[in-house]
Structure formats: structure tokens, C-alpha cells
């Protein structure tokens, strides 16, 4: 039996372990064990409309997905999805936040309202933006008409889908950038600035030779955060046109979804995770080594 | 410290001891009016019963997915749940996640809808609720512009066509690909075609064809603008805002349409009629949209018994006729309470499908959500090219042979 003294010395010498303890349990448990799961599942033929047990088929579900179409599809949405909506809300974030870094009266008040956006809940902003956008009675046509401008279909056409979700994701995402882009502006000092004006350089010049690269680290950080967010974007999809109409606004995310809960197909539905998984981690890998060549 | 520990150790063998002898079971609703019922009556099934009934409700397309999770990682204690037999039921079958039901009276339910609820010789799901296909028009609007009700598609296109202006929109029906294959099945049928024959593909049949093209030219030249990603949510509260004549879509929807705090066309000026006949005839859809069913696994298949059948009960079904929801059961239909309450139209439509109508709305095998989305797509190319498409045919044969290959991977392909 151990003796209370050694417990305590135990506990003492070992706390560098217990202490990390409950949350490396909880990323094991709650992170690592899915991914982990997703990838064994991504071996195997698991399909419940079947009725069959799972079977392992190494890499034939792998194959059978990169030759799909549809998949190629997907992933290029994914993308284009991605790249339409990041760059909008990085420039607009970065002007926002330009404009709203100075002194002024209601800088408290107009934070707390551009917060609202990043609070509110994905399936009702769907609902509420599927309305604006129905063709017939919605909002946006509404003022395209008043503006004497043609009505668009928005949502209820191939063409259209994808800009008019970004739209709404743009609509949300914007005010994060420029908050995280706010508090790194607010962290420059003024010499820089002073010194700049004495030598006569106009604002333009300023903002793209000492501004931007001073703020570009904040800046990367905040695309990061971003473009990973993007590209895992499922919430707003699903709830405004489920990846229509037809497939043509179908993501990764969204079809991986659709495989395994609507066509119960487990197996290639994990390879199309697993899939989006390494994009996700490819490019954050990527731009965090950007950021640091960045820095050197 | 030690009495103390012993204490409340004590206590908690005392609390578990108690919850253990309370009966428990759980009970999955979906997010539907006769779901809404049966949990606002459960407490008095408790008090009855003393059993505790454990709810909970979720949207249709959830339900499917927590229930598919549960069962296939085995880690459910779902007793009884709300199913829907024509989209999940051939495979939750296949998989063994339902209790065959004995000791039932079946006997007050149609044939056609025993014959979903069935494998084998066995009953696994009590029919609930039943939909069919139904005309929703506008009265004031169709007698402003001096046209009858129509009976037939010629009828249909013609008063389209009369009604559509930049106002209103003439016609309106799902577009949106899957979701829009359950109410194309009645005019698939009544041009003489089906999805599925003797367990293969054969919606690129000459007559399916005729029936999507004639879909597609209705939607796209009086439909709604954005049809194709239209659903019936998107589709009723334009209804409700006044701006559709005609709409075909499920009886389940009147009570909506008509409801005053819902809707702002007044509910004298809804009219709801027979589905249109087509060139073989008029079988619209009828289905048994909900049933109730014991999972396999449950630990409690006796209370769970009971639970179904208090919940299936005709008392509790004639509650729900009472409140609009359409009973899959025979007789409270002829109830004399219920038909002075129902509107006469809704009961025409009911009695005039009940008769000749056909049984599924959608094709009815294992692999249905993957199968809805590939006829989905020709439904879509249809109404693209307003029933047009030279490569319609083609495309048809390829997404034919896609679903034919979906049956033969589930086993299902020839088998009926």
C-alpha cells in the first residue's frame, strides 16, 4: 500500500502529466478517436441499405469515389465556394476596419452590431436569407426592381447558387475580419505614421507601405481562420438549397452528408471526409508556413 | 468523513432502486401534427399506465438519421419510434431494426396500406398517417377568369396558361429534384408509367417520359420563377401569400393552407379537388406517409407493445382526424363526429383515392434517397428545357440504369 506521503510526492512529481491530463482525454476522446474512426471506415464497403456487415476494401471505396464526377465537381464548388467568399470578406473587412479605426462616438455600439451576424444561429440566418431570396416575394428581387434591374433567380438556379450563398456567408463573416483586423490595427504604434506624413507620402501610400505589411501576420491569421471555416461550410448550404438545385451547389461537406445519411453509403461517405480532412489540413499548413516565412 | 461517504452512498442505491422499479420506455416523434398530439396526450397515458414515457421529437430527415446511427452502432435504447415506411422501411427491415408487431388487430386498415407496413407475412409497422396526391386551387381566382375546376392535364395546362400573368403564378408543383419525385409520381401514373416495375427501373419508359416532359413544360411556362430548388416549403408560403393559382401536392398540407393565422388568402376563397386525370386514366398517389414500429433491441418490447397500441388507438386517431391529420385507419373516416368537421371536398379526395389510387409515391426499395435524386436530375433537365430536352431519353436510360444498379447492389433487382 502506498503511503500518503508517497501519493503526494507521485502526484508532485508527475504533475507536468496530470495537470494536461483531462484535456488531452477530451481531444483523444472527442477529436483523434473520430478521425481515427472515419479513416478505418473509409477502408471498408460499410453500406447499410445492404443489409450487409461491413467488409474491408482497402482502397476500392477511394477509387471509386475519385472517379466519380460528381466528386470532382464537388471539390472544385469547395473551392470556388471558398475563394469567392474569403476574398470579398477580406477586402471588405480590411476597409471596414480601416474606416471604423478611429475615435468616434458610437465605436462601442457599432462593434456590439457587427457582432450580431457571427451570433446568430446558420439554419435561421438560411431561413430568414431563403426568403429574401425567393424570386417571387422575396426581398432581394424586390429592390432589383426598384433599382429597375432584372430579377434574378438567386438560389433557384444553377448559375446563380453559388455567388448567392456566398453572399450570405460574406454577409456573416465579414464583421470577424474586420474585428481581429480592428484590434491589429489598434496595436501599430504612430511613429511610423508620423514620420511618413512628415516626408509627405499620401494616404494610399501609407496604408500600402506601412499599414498592410504591418498588419499583414493579423491579416493572414484572420484568411486562416477563415478559409478553414469555409471550406468545411455545411450549416448555411444545408438549410437554404441542401446542395441544389440538382448537385449544383453540392460541397464536399455537403455530399459527404449526402452519402451517408441519404444514401447510407458509410464507406465512400468517410472517403469524401477523409478527403476534405486533408485539404483542410494541407492549407492550414500551408499558410502557416507562409506566415512564417512571412515573419522571418 | 467515512460515515459521511457511506451516507450518501446509501442514498444513491436508494434513488437508483426507485428509478429502477419506475417503468420507463423511450419514444422517438417526429416533427408532424399527429406527432404533436400524441406527446400533448402522453401524460395521460402515464397517469393510466404509470409508466414513464421519455420523449422526444425531431424533424423527419433527423429522425432517420439519429435512428440510423442508434441502431447501426447498437448503442440504442429507443423502444418505440415514428417511421416513415416508404423512405426507410425496406432498409431499416434488411438491417433488423424492427420488432415484428403481434397481437394486433390490424383488421381496420386498408389493404394497400398493410401491404407496406409487411415483409414476409409479418407486420412490422402500424400505418399511421396517409397522404395523397391532391389540386389545391384558388376559387376566387378561377372564377375571375371563368374556368371550371380542372379534371383532366389538358384542362390543367389550359387554365395555367390562362391564369399565369406577372402577378400570379399559374401552376405551381415541387421542382426541387428529389423532393419533387413523390408528387410526379401521380402524373407518371397517369400518363400510364411508374418508376419501378417487377423490381426494375422503367421511368425512361415512353409514358414515365411523357409525363416528366409534360412536368417540365407546365413548371417552367407557368411555375414559379427558382422552381428547381423548390420544395413544398418554399412552394406553400407563396400560396399562403396569395400568389398561386393551382398547386398539386399532398392532401397533408389543407389544414395549413386554410389556417387563417397562417395564410392570407381567405380559407373560402381554398379549393381542393381530385387530382387531374391524364391519357390512361386518374390512379393519383396514396401512401401511408408515418407508422409506429418497435425497434428490435429494446429492453422493454412488452411496455413497448402497449405504448403502440394506446398510440395507434382509434380514440387517438379520431383525436387526430379532429385536428385535421388524415388517419391511416378505415373507420374513423365513416366516424359521423369527424366527417361533420372535415371539409367535404377533403373527404371526396380521400374516398375517390382510397379506390383507385396506387399505393407508392416514390420507388420503393432500400436505396431510395440516392434513387430519388437520380430520377431528381431528369426531373430538373426536364424543367430546365420546359420538357424540350432532346437528350431527356438519354439521360432517363443512364439514370434507369444507375437505379437498376442501386437494386442489384442491394439484392433487390427483379425481386417484388
Same mark, same amino acid.
Given at each position: 500500500?502506498?503511503?500518503?506521503?508517497?501519493?503526494?510526492?507521485?502526484?508532485?512529481?508527475?504533475?507536468?502529466?496530470?495537470?494536461?491530463?483531462?484535456?488531452?482525454?477530451? %481531444?483523444?476522446?472527442?477529436?483523434?478517436?473520430?478521425?481515427?474512426?472515419?479513416?478505418?471506415?473509409?477502408?471498408?464497403?460499410?453500406?447499410?441499405?445492404?443489409?450487409?456487415?461491413?467488409?474491408?476494401?482497402?482502397?476500392?471505396?477511394?477509387?471509386?469515389?475519385?472517379?466519380?464526377?460528381?466528386?470532382?465537381?464537388?471539390?472544385?464548388?469547395?473551392?470556388?465556394?471558398?475563394?469567392?467568399?474569403?476574398?470579398?470578406?477580406?477586402?471588405?473587412?480590411?476597409? %471596414?476596419?480601416?474606416?471604423?479605426?478611429?475615435?468616434?462616438?458610437?465605436?462601442?455600439?457599432?462593434?456590439?452590431?457587427?457582432?450580431?451576424?457571427?451570433?446568430?444561429?446558420?439554419?435561421?440566418?438560411?431561413?430568414?436569407?431563403?426568403?429574401?431570396?425567393?424570386?417571387?416575394?422575396?426581398?432581394?428581387?424586390?429592390?432589383?426592381?426598384?433599382?429597375?434591374?432584372?430579377?434574378?433567380?438567386?438560389?433557384?438556379?444553377?448559375?446563380?447558387?453559388?455567388?448567392?450563398?456566398?453572399?450570405?456567408?460574406?454577409?456573416?463573416?465579414?464583421?470577424?475580419?474586420?474585428?481581429?483586423?480592428?484590434?491589429?490595427?489598434?496595436?501599430?504604434?504612430?511613429?511610423?505614421?508620423?514620420?511618413?506624413?512628415?516626408?509627405?507620402?499620401?494616404?494610399?501610400?501609407?496604408?500600402?507601405?506601412?499599414?498592410?505589411?504591418?498588419?499583414?501576420?493579423?491579416?493572414?491569421?484572420?484568411?486562416?481562420?477563415? !478559409?478553414?471555416?469555409?471550406?468545411?461550410?455545411?450549416?448555411?448550404?444545408?438549410?437554404?438549397?441542401?446542395?441544389?438545385?440538382?448537385?449544383?451547389?453540392? !460541397?464536399?461537406?455537403?455530399?459527404?452528408?449526402?452519402?451517408?445519411?441519404?444514401?447510407?453509403?458509410?464507406?465512400?461517405?468517410?472517403?469524401?471526409?477523409?478527403?476534405?480532412?486533408?485539404?483542410?489540413?494541407?492549407?492550414?499548413?500551408?499558410?502557416?508556413?507562409?506566415?512564417?516565412?512571412?515573419?522571418? | 468523513?467515512?460515515?459521511?461517504?457511506?451516507?450518501?452512498?446509501?442514498?444513491?442505491?436508494?434513488?437508483?432502486?426507485?428509478?429502477?422499479?419506475?417503468?420507463?420506455?423511450?419514444?422517438?416523434?417526429?416533427?408532424?401534427?399527429?406527432?404533436?398530439?400524441?406527446?400533448?396526450?402522453?401524460?395521460?397515458?402515464?397517469?393510466?399506465?404509470?409508466?414513464?414515457?421519455?420523449?422526444?421529437?425531431?424533424?423527419?430527415?433527423?429522425? +432517420?438519421?439519429?435512428?440510423?446511427?442508434?441502431?447501426?452502432?447498437?448503442?440504442?435504447?429507443?423502444?418505440?419510434?415514428?417511421?416513415?415506411?416508404l423512405q426507410?422501411?425496406?432498409?431499416?427491415?434488411?438491417?433488423?431494426?424492427?420488432?415484428?408487431?403481434?397481437?394486433?388487430?390490424?383488421?381496420?386498415?386498408?389493404?394497400n396500406?398493410?401491404?407496406?407496413?409487411?415483409?414476409?407475412?409479418?407486420?412490422?409497422?402500424?400505418?399511421?398517417?396517409?397522404e395523397w396526391e391532391v389540386l389545391?386551387?384558388?376559387?376566387?381566382?378561377?372564377?375571375?377568369?371563368?374556368?371550371?375546376?380542372p379534371?383532366n392535364f389538358a384542362?390543367l395546362e389550359?387554365?395555367?396558361?390562362?391564369?399565369?400573368?406577372?402577378?400570379?403564378?399559374?401552376f405551381?408543383s415541387r421542382g426541387k429534384g428529389a423532393a419533387a419525385v413523390t408528387q410526379l409520381s401521380s402524373y407518371v401514373y397517369n400518363y400510364g408509367g411508374a418508376y419501378l416495375d417487377k423490381g426494375k427501373a422503367v421511368f425512361d419508359s415512353k409514358e414515365a417520359l411523357e409525363a416528366i416532359r409534360f412536368y417540365g413544360r407546365m413548371l417552367a411556362?407557368?411555375g414559379?420563377?427558382?422552381v428547381?430548388?423548390?420544395s413544398?416549403?418554399?412552394?406553400?408560403?407563396?400560396?399562403?401569400?396569395?400568389?398561386?393559382?393551382?398547386?398539386t401536392d399532398a392532401?397533408?398540407?389543407?389544414?395549413?393552407?386554410?389556417?387563417?393565422?397562417?395564410?392570407?388568402?381567405?380559407?373560402?376563397?381554398?379549393?381542393?379537388?381530385n387530382f387531374p386525370a391524364g391519357p390512361k386514366g386518374n390512379t393519383p398517389f396514396i401512401v401511408?406517409?408515418?407508422?409506429?414500429?418497435?425497434?428490435?433491441?429494446?429492453?422493454?418490447?412488452?411496455?413497448?407493445?402497449?405504448?403502440?397500441?394506446?398510440? +395507434?388507438?382509434?380514440?387517438?386517431?379520431?383525436?387526430?382526424?379532429?385536428?385535421?391529420?388524415?388517419?391511416?385507419?378505415?373507420?374513423?373516416?365513416?366516424?359521423?363526429?369527424?366527417?361533420?368537421?372535415?371539409?367535404?371536398?377533403?373527404?371526396?379526395?380521400?374516398?375517390y383515392a382510397?379506390?383507385y389510387g396506387i399505393p407508392y409515391d416514390r420507388p420503393y426499395m432500400?436505396?431510395v434517397?440516392?434513387a430519388r435524386d437520380l430520377i431528381g436530375e431528369v426531373v430538373i433537365e426536364s424543367i430546365?428545357t420546359a420538357g424540350?430536352s432532346?437528350?431527356l431519353e438519354?439521360l432517363a436510360k443512364e439514370k434507369a440504369a444507375a437505379v437498376n444498379?442501386?437494386l442489384?447492389?442491394?439484392?433487390?433487382?427483379?425481386?417484388y
Open positions: 500500500m502506498v503511503s500518503k506521503r508517497n501519493r503526494g510526492s507521485f502526484i508532485e512529481k508527475n504533475l507536468h502529466i496530470i495537470f494536461p491530463l483531462p484535456a488531452v482525454v477530451f %481531444i483523444i476522446v472527442m477529436m483523434l478517436f473520430p478521425v481515427l474512426y472515419t479513416f478505418f471506415m473509409s477502408f471498408t464497403n460499410w453500406n447499410l441499405t445492404s443489409g450487409m456487415p461491413l467488409s474491408f476494401v482497402f482502397l476500392s471505396s477511394y477509387k471509386r469515389v475519385l472517379q466519380e464526377p460528381r466528386f470532382i465537381k464537388a471539390l472544385g464548388r469547395t473551392f470556388s465556394f471558398t475563394a469567392l467568399a474569403v476574398s470579398i470578406e477580406t477586402v471588405f473587412g480590411m476597409v %471596414i476596419a480601416l474606416i471604423l479605426n478611429r475615435e468616434f462616438k458610437a465605436k462601442g455600439f457599432t462593434k456590439l452590431i457587427m457582432l450580431l451576424p457571427l451570433v446568430s444561429t446558420p439554419v435561421a440566418i438560411g431561413i430568414a436569407w431563403n426568403l429574401f431570396y425567393d424570386p417571387t416575394i422575396g426581398l432581394m428581387n424586390f429592390m432589383l426592381t426598384q433599382l429597375g434591374l432584372p430579377k434574378l433567380a438567386w438560389t433557384g438556379s444553377a448559375s446563380t447558387v453559388i455567388p448567392s450563398l456566398a453572399l450570405v456567408d460574406i454577409w456573416q463573416w465579414t464583421p470577424m475580419i474586420s474585428l481581429i483586423m480592428l484590434s491589429g490595427l489598434a496595436s501599430l504604434s504612430n511613429e511610423p505614421y508620423e514620420s511618413a506624413r512628415v516626408d509627405g507620402a499620401t494616404e494610399w501610400q501609407i496604408f500600402w507601405h506601412i499599414t498592410l505589411p504591418m498588419v499583414m501576420p493579423t491579416l493572414l491569421t484572420a484568411i486562416i481562420l477563415r !478559409t478553414i471555416d469555409a471550406l468545411k461550410t455545411f450549416d448555411i448550404i444545408y438549410a437554404m438549397t441542401g446542395g441544389g438545385p440538382g448537385y449544383a451547389s453540392e !460541397t464536399l461537406n455537403i455530399m459527404a452528408f449526402k452519402y451517408s445519411f441519404e444514401y447510407f453509403r458509410m464507406g465512400q461517405a468517410s472517403v469524401v471526409l477523409i478527403i476534405l480532412f486533408l485539404l483542410v489540413l494541407a492549407m492550414s499548413l500551408l499558410i502557416v508556413r507562409m506566415r512564417k516565412s512571412l515573419e522571418l | 468523513m467515512k460515515r459521511k461517504l457511506m451516507l450518501v452512498l446509501v442514498a444513491l442505491l436508494a434513488l437508483f432502486a426507485v428509478s429502477a422499479q419506475q417503468k420507463e420506455i423511450r419514444v422517438l416523434l417526429a416533427n408532424h401534427p399527429y406527432g404533436d398530439l400524441l406527446k400533448s396526450a402522453i401524460p395521460e397515458y402515464e397517469k393510466a399506465t404509470g409508466v414513464k414515457v421519455n420523449v422526444e421529437s425531431l424533424q423527419e430527415s433527423q429522425l +432517420t438519421t439519429k435512428l440510423t446511427t442508434e441502431f447501426a452502432t447498437r448503442s440504442s435504447t429507443v423502444d418505440v419510434f415514428m417511421t416513415r415506411p426507410e422501411g425496406k432498409m431499416f427491415y434488411k438491417n433488423g431494426w424492427y420488432e415484428p408487431i403481434t397481437g394486433y388487430d390490424f383488421s381496420d386498415y386498408p389493404k396500406a398493410m401491404d407496406v407496413a409487411s415483409f414476409g407475412n409479418k407486420a412490422y409497422i402500424v400505418p399511421l398517417v396517409t389545391y386551387y384558388r376559387i376566387d381566382l378561377l372564377k375571375k377568369a371563368g374556368i371550371t375546376v379534371t384542362e389550359a387554365a395555367a396558361k390562362k391564369l399565369h400573368s406577372g402577378d400570379i403564378v399559374g405551381a411556362n407557368y414559379p420563377a427558382g428547381t430548388n423548390m413544398w416549403e418554399n412552394i406553400m408560403p407563396l400560396f399562403q401569400a396569395g400568389k398561386i393559382a393551382m398547386w392532401s397533408v398540407f389543407y389544414g395549413q393552407i386554410v389556417d387563417p393565422s397562417k395564410s392570407q388568402v381567405p380559407a373560402e376563397n381554398v379549393g381542393i379537388a401511408v406517409s408515418w407508422g409506429m414500429s418497435i425497434a428490435k433491441q429494446s429492453k422493454n418490447k412488452e411496455l413497448a407493445k402497449d405504448f403502440i397500441k394506446w398510440a +395507434t388507438s382509434k380514440d387517438l386517431a379520431k383525436r387526430g382526424m379532429l385536428a385535421n391529420i388524415t388517419m391511416a385507419r378505415g373507420s374513423v373516416w365513416k366516424d359521423a363526429e369527424v366527417r361533420a368537421k372535415i371539409h367535404p371536398s377533403l373527404i371526396a379526395t380521400q374516398e382510397a379506390k432500400s436505396a434517397g440516392e430546365n424540350t432532346p437528350k438519354a444498379a442501386l442489384e447492389d442491394t439484392g433487390e433487382y427483379g425481386v
